[in-house]
């Protein structure tokens, strides 16, 4: 039995796609197959139950996917124990992200991380946080980073940054105002450019609104936008305001071209997560950048 194809198996369970499983693993779909009914083969019966848009594990397949995850884990833990040269570990991390920690936070935690694993290369995916967390749960990705948390089954998260989030806005169409606090009615007057669905900034303020007997809907939209350099470069040109990172608007703040204002009543303080899955099979580089973020931020885990 060759301890590659049950890593192959675990794949194709996981993403539930043969297809998906050899873009992840650099195979072709017929190398992933040909393990497939060769781990079959070995073990005289069928593992998986295949349809025209799903693939699932048989009775005998969801036990050989438990057996086949410890094995691994197994063979990880020996590796681990007896080789010396541990800081040599090679290969590539994939990391899926929300944009403000793959903007703002990634770069400072791999220079970490990397100066302790000199050999690892990187594949970080900016996509938005309820994508991180579809990532996650299919298994697409190990873990990501995320600005809001979502309760799904296995997944767990461990918060790693605050994050406050101000209405920005241009500096010389407001630099009239003595006041940095602004009141909800004159949120209501301006135009306002927004995230798309699925970014924790959005989720954020939305709940703010609600807290405070208001909805999305009560707002001018001029604009839906899915980038936050975008939407800086519009509220430097003057065409609206927006909810937005204070980290991602530092560099303006500094120069004097945006100015962040808070919002009387309204609480817009976020939290960043590290998202893992708890049983998924961890490669030996996953495990190691597992352990360098529940080090670095004490085992915190929120359930």
């Known amino acids: 039995m060759n301890t590659a194809y049950l890593r192959t198996f675990i794949e194709v369970v996981n993403l539930r796609s043969f297809s998906k499983a050899a873009d992840k693993l650099f195979l072709t779909q017929p190398a992933v197959t040909k393990q497939i009914k060769l781990l079959e083969k070995d073990f005289g019966t069928s593992l998986l139950k295949r349809s025209y848009n799903d693939i699932i594990p048989t009775k005998e397949g969801k036990e050989i996917y438990s057996y086949a ?52 290369a990187y594949n970080i995916k900016k996509i938005d946080s309820a994508k991180v967390y579809e990532a996650v749960a299919s298994g697409n990705t190990s873990f990501g980073f995320t600005g809001m948390q979502i309760k799904k089954a296995n997944i767990e998260s461990i918060e790693i940054a605050k994050d406050q989030l101000v209405l920005a806005v241009p500096a010389n169409k407001y630099s009239h105002m003595e006041n940095t606090e602004v009141s909800l009615s004159f949120l209501l007057e301006q135009d306002f450019l927004i995230r798309g669905k699925g970014s924790a900034t959005l989720k954020t303020f939305e709940e703010a609104l609600t807290k405070a007997n208001y909805s999305i809907n009560d707002l001018k939209i001029k604009a839906i936008i899915e980038d936050n350099e975008i939407i800086k470069k519009m509220i430097l040109k003057g065409l609206g305001v927006s909810i937005i990172s204070r980290l991602s608007i530092e560099k303006e703040v500094n120069e004097g071209s945006i100015t962040p204002l808070t919002i009387k009543g309204m609480c817009l303080t976020r939290s960043i997560y590290y998202i893992y899955h708890k049983k998924r099979y961890f490669s030996s580089i996953d495990e190691k950048f597992k352990s360098f973020i529940q080090e670095k931020y004490l085992g915190f885990v929120i359930d």
């Open 69 to 120: 995850t410890t094995i691994l884990n197994k063979e990880e833990e020996i590796f681990a124990k007896f080789n010396k040269n541990e800081r040599d570990i090679s290969g590539e991390l994939t990391i899926c992200s929300s944009t403000l920690p793959a903007n703002y936070l990634l770069g400072q935690l791999l220079y970490e991380f990397s100066s302790l694993y000199k050999k690892i």
